[in-house]
């Protein structure tokens, strides 16, 4: 141990040897071949981690980042020690040169070790050309997918058309009956009557909700859209419904996004009819609204007093027709919330509900702050391979 200390304490002494120069017989050539050899191999050692540090710095998210930064200061204590021995012709810093080819030596045993333990992922990293065809591949799922979008939305409008037709005629056909032989009719044959005209209206209903769900996400038209505004002009719609059952709604104040006005309008709209439609009897509505910054998205909740949903129907009531009570209790079509993670879900959010029964329901979900839907990545971002 004294041995150690005394190096450190005299780590840049250098009375105990000579300049390099003094050492054995140099000619001049061969001196400053030596020297010029190594400030080049120096600068070269040196000039390999800057650039190493900056890939890092620039390339987020690369992979093996650990061995990277390693690697680098392998290569720059190397560097260093090529500056030094040329620097020993002048300084002979024999302790200090010791000192840089132990460290040297440390980082190059760490740097092996971290080679041979990220082995496994290093050689499951793909090359340029596997990324090329995986990108390829995606780009033409990305086209295709467009394509059935498109013919869905084109035959969710022909089958909608087609299927409102002859509504319209049964409609017709009830309304002349009950017109024109409704005093001849029994009891029982006008109640007939209601409960088919009242189907009818269900399956128009229907009819209208499908084709808004096969809609959502197919517009890449997007405008600024203030959602202090957008939510004030859905309650606005809505106060008679509020009125009847005197519910209030709490509204925080809420971001503007880049989106499709009408996709963000059904969203929100269903989420609060859904929030004034399922209430507890006995107990006004109340509602709170609130959005949250998470970085490069915004989280919103909707909370309500309501009846409450039990944990196992969480992920039930998202998908189409899904109901969990009688049109008899309330009513409507099973869409509403499908509709919603349609939405979320196209403009790359997520979607999910806590609650409580008999307490209430807060349905959370996130939307990005640069919303991109599948459609518009389709018509704007082409890709592009080097050849």
């Not at 680098?72 to 010791?98: E, K, Q, S």
């Not at 009830?174 to 209206?201: K, N």
């Amino acid at each position: 141990m004294q041995q150690v200390y005394e190096f450190f304490q005299r780590l840049t002494d250098t009375s105990d040897w000579p300049p390099r120069w003094f050492c054995g017989r140099w000619t001049d050539f061969h001196g400053w071949l030596y020297i010029l050899s190594d400030l080049a191999i120096w600068f070269a050692y040196m000039a390999i981690p800057l650039v190493l540090i900056r890939f890092i710095l620039v390339k987020e998210g690369i992979p093996l980042g650990r061995v990277f930064w390693l690697f680098g200061a392998f290569i720059l204590l190397c560097g260093l020690t090529h500056l030094i021995d040329a620097m020993m012709f002048w300084w002979p810093a024999y302790r200090v040169n010791a000192l840089i080819r132990f460290l040297t030596g440390a980082v190059s045993i760490a740097t092996v070790l971290a080679l041979i333990m990220n082995f496994k992922e290093a050689v499951g990293l793909r090359t340029s050309n596997e990324y090329e065809q995986e990108l390829t591949l995606r780009k033409q799922a990305v086209q295709e997918l467009t394509r059935s979008n498109e013919e869905l939305q084109q035959f969710a409008y022909v089958a909608s058309h087609d299927l409102q037709s002859p509504l319209k005629t049964i409609e017709n056909y009830l309304e002349v009956l009950q017109r024109r032989h409704g005093d001849q009719l029994d009891d029982d044959a006008r109640r007939l009557i209601g409960v088919s005209t009242a189907a009818t209206s269900r399956m128009r209903t229907l009819i209208n909700d499908l084709l808004d769900f096969s809609k959502v996400g197919s517009s890449t038209e997007f405008t600024d859209v203030n959602l202090n505004e957008l939510v004030a002009e859905i309650l606005d719609e809505q106060q008679n419904e509020m009125q009847a059952v005197e519910a209030t709604v709490e509204v925080e104040p809420l971001p503007t996004l880049k989106a499709h006005r009408t996709d963000l309008k059904q969203l929100f709209q269903n989420l609060i009819s859904n929030g004034i439609k399922y209430r507890r009897p006995d107990v006004p509505p109340h509602l709170s609204i609130r959005a949250e910054n998470r970085g490069d998205a915004f989280e919103f909740t909707v909370s309500d007093n309501g009846i409450g949903i039990e944990r196992q129907y969480f992920d039930r009531i998202f998908q189409v027709f899904q109901r969990l009570h009688g049109r008899g209790e309330y009513p409507g079509t099973g869409i509403g919330l499908a509709t919603c993670k349609k939405v979320v879900e196209i403009y790359g959010g997520h979607i999910g509900v806590e609650s409580t029964p008999g307490q209430g329901s807060t349905f959370f979900f996130t939307l990005p702050k640069v919303i991109k839907t599948v459609n518009q990545y389709a018509q704007t971002n082409s890709l592009h391979f080097a050849d």
